[in-house]
């Protein structure tokens, strides 16, 4: 027997300063993919709205440099670089080398702050290669440089200034990181949100990686006067408004200050969106608890006290105000409390009752001061509850199936020999054809296949019951094991006999196939956006081409591939290079298909991932929506964008 080390003191691993982020960096940050790259300058940024929420900064630039690096201005008080009386360094070299050190926990300095975690700029230092921090403050300049969260050099005065605030510039480590391409869309919908979040802020984003034809940078500008409501209208820029103006309401109750914005509009889905200190709590909370309740209560009173629905032999519930809805709810809270999955639940009980009774009177008060609307949104909130009743029918059909056990599946569907739902995953494709082929080409054993007939339904201009009796929907709802609908919420999705957890969407790599891919999406997004949620939706990478010269042959997925490709196989000239184009998945053969597209040791898989589900929205709704010019708008503007991930 080996001898073992005496496990004692000696065996305690103590992780000094910042080496605790480098050695789990997950665990601040959330992941060393794209969304932990992006979050980065999210610490930085909170920092600088953190000076604008305390009333000290108009003005917030950021700069993606060519080498990936990041610059982040602010025209706030800039950061104290006087010496820090407990630690006997200056405070800024304490901010940027020691977790939760900072203004934002001092109560006198900021009443509330932004930041999920309060590990702020010092988590960015010691993810990053290089960090600069320049500070101006009190008519001189000051420097200090970090290298992976090491001081070089205590901080030192440069020059003097007639300019305030704080300039960091960071360059995330690839050491740790395994994407460090910044995304301007990524960054630019985050600002976006700030400015509606914060009026009064100028916000900006440039890319110096990419220049127009008269050698400008890419570049973004935000500005927002009204705050949530224009955010509202953004929101709602592609829907048709049944009601003129969007209904705005702010207040404080126990030192709590609460703003609501929402509309009403044609559409059959509820589309609410709630911060807190300026994150977004996609999983709710006591905040999104105290408005629906308030909502509800408000509108149902009104509704019978003006014999709106004396008519109406409908129970009317909780769901039906809410159909058609666009709201967002911003609160500011001293010490949120978070949890959930994902920590972004506010658990602050408080926090209820005062959006409750803020939204309660304001709410009440524009109904009685606008009857036109009131009876409008009464209106739409009746026709809701005949729809729900239609819709339940609907469902009781697809749920019908559901009990049934193996008869109970779709005739199409070949499903796999494999029962465990972490190792099983199914391909929706498009077409007989195709479907065919993925059958014969699969693994039996863990991939299931359902083939889909043509395009399916358009979610986003269809009620709800019309979606449900939809029979490609349906057939999706059976095989994947999923029903939906409760007492307390008739949309809430039920995954516990979820069958797959990889449901790959498969379609033909060209425009139509784009579509289809996109109206699935769609459905996933407004019915299972659970399924989103927990990363189990993905989007398969088919080829375009196949290159073949001789005996050698190779695959390529995109224009510049398939240039690169002939070269290598023919030269310059590219003589004698075969190139076939795939228009469809079903003019591969089984082997082919399997190869490129199905063999997990081979294949792409493109996870559909939401970073933002504000702006998901938007999007969906303009392109799948029925107003054409912001559709045209959006595609004119990113066509030169488009891209497929290979």
């Not at 993810?127 to 090491?150: H, M, N, P």
């Not at 509850?385 to 749920?399: G, I, L, S, Y």
């Not at 269809?462 to 949309?491: C, P």
């Not at 996933?524 to 189990?536: D, N, S, T, V």
Request: charge should be negative.
């Amino acid at each position: 027997m080996s001898e073992q080390k005496e496990y004692g003191a000696s065996s305690i691993q103590i992780l000094e300063g910042l080496e605790a982020v480098r050695k789990r960096p997950a665990m601040y940050i959330g992941d060393v993919g794209v969304k932990g790259l992006h979050h980065l300058v999210y610490e930085v940024v909170d920092n600088s709205i953190d000076e604008a929420m305390a009333g000290y900064c108009d003005t917030i630039d950021v700069f993606i440099h060519e080498n990936n690096s990041i610059t982040v201005k602010d025209n706030g008080r800039g950061i104290p670089v006087d010496l820090h009386e407990k630690e006997q360094r200056s405070a800024l070299e304490v901010v940027l080398t020691v977790l939760h050190a900072g203004g934002k926990f001092d109560k006198d300095s900021y009443k509330v702050s932004g930041g999920l975690h309060g590990v702020g700029v010092s988590c960015v230092n010691a993810l990053s290669t290089d960090l600069k921090a320049v500070v101006f403050r009190d008519g001189k300049q000051y420097q200090q440089e970090f290298k992976i969260g090491a001081p070089q050099y205590p901080v030192k005065e440069i020059g003097t200034t007639d300019i305030r605030g704080t300039h960091i510039t960071f360059k995330p480590d690839d050491s740790i990181f395994h994407e460090t391409t910044y995304q301007f869309s990524i960054l630019e919908s985050r600002l976006r949100e700030l400015s509606f979040l914060n009026k009064g802020i100028k916000i900006s984003l440039t890319d110096e990686r990419e220049k127009d034809e008269e050698g400008v940078f890419r570049r973004s500008e935000f500005y927002s006067e009204k705050g949530l409501i224009e955010f509202v209208e953004f929101l709602d820029e592609s829907r048709e408004k049944i009601i003129p103006a969007v209904i705005h309401m702010e207040g404080e109750r126990a030192g709590i200050p609460v703003e609501v914005a929402m509309h009403y509009n044609t559409t059959y889905t509820e589309n609410i969106f709630s911060y807190v200190n300026n994150i977004n709590t996609h999983e709710g909370g006591t905040h999104l608890a105290g408005f629906r309740r308030a909502l509800t209560r408000t509108l149902k009173k009104y509704a019978d006290e003006s014999g709106l629905l004396a008519k109406e032999k409908i129970e009317v519930a909780g769901d039906d105000f809410r159909e058609g809805l666009t709201a967002v709810i911003s609160v500011k809270v001293m010490e949120p409390q978070f949890e959930g999955q994902t920590k972004t639940k506010l658990g602050n009980n408080e926090v209820s009752g005062a959006v409750d009774q803020i939204v309660g009177e304001m709410l009440t008060n524009f109904l009685e001061e606008n009857p036109n609307d009131a009876k409008i949104i009464v209106q739409k909130v009746l026709l809701a509850a005949k729809a729900r009743v239609a819709a339940r029918k609907a469902r009781e059909m697809v749920q019908r199936k559901n009990v049934m056990s193996g008869a109970g599946l779709p005739g199409k569907l070949s499903d796999c020999s494999e029962t465990d739902p972490a190792i099983c995953e199914i391909f929706l494709v498009e077409g007989d054809s195709a479907g065919g082929t993925a059958k014969q080409g699969r693994d039996r054993a863990f991939q299931a296949i359902l083939p889909l007939r043509g395009k399916i339904l358009n979610v986003e201009k269809a009620m709800s019951y019309k979606v449900f009796e939809n029979e490609e929907i349906r057939n999706i709802y059976t095989a994947l094991g999923v029903s939906v609908g409760t007492e307390e919420d008739a949309k809430a999705l039920n995954t516990v006999k979820l069958r797959y957890h990889k449901i790959v969407i498969m379609c033909d790599a060209d425009v139509d196939g784009s579509h289809i891919a996109t109206l699935i999406l769609t459905f996933f997004f407004r019915y299972m956006k659970e399924l989103i949620e927990k990363g189990y939706i993905y989007i398969a990478a088919p080829p375009l081409y196949l290159l073949k010269k001789g005996s050698k042959q190779q695959y390529a997925w995109n224009e510049q591939q398939r240039e690169l490709i002939a070269r290598e196989l023919g030269g310059e000239s590219e003589s004698g290079v075969g190139v076939q184009r795939y228009k469809g998945l079903g003019e591969m053969n089984a082997e082919q298909l399997w190869d490129t597209t199905m063999n997990p040791s081979n294949r792409t898989l493109r996870r559909v991932t939401i970073d933002s589900a504000a702006e998901a929205d938007r999007v969906f709704s303009m392109l799948m929506g029925d107003d054409v010019p912001p559709r045209r708008e959006f595609i004119e503007k990113n066509a030169k964008y488009a891209k497929i991930d290979v």
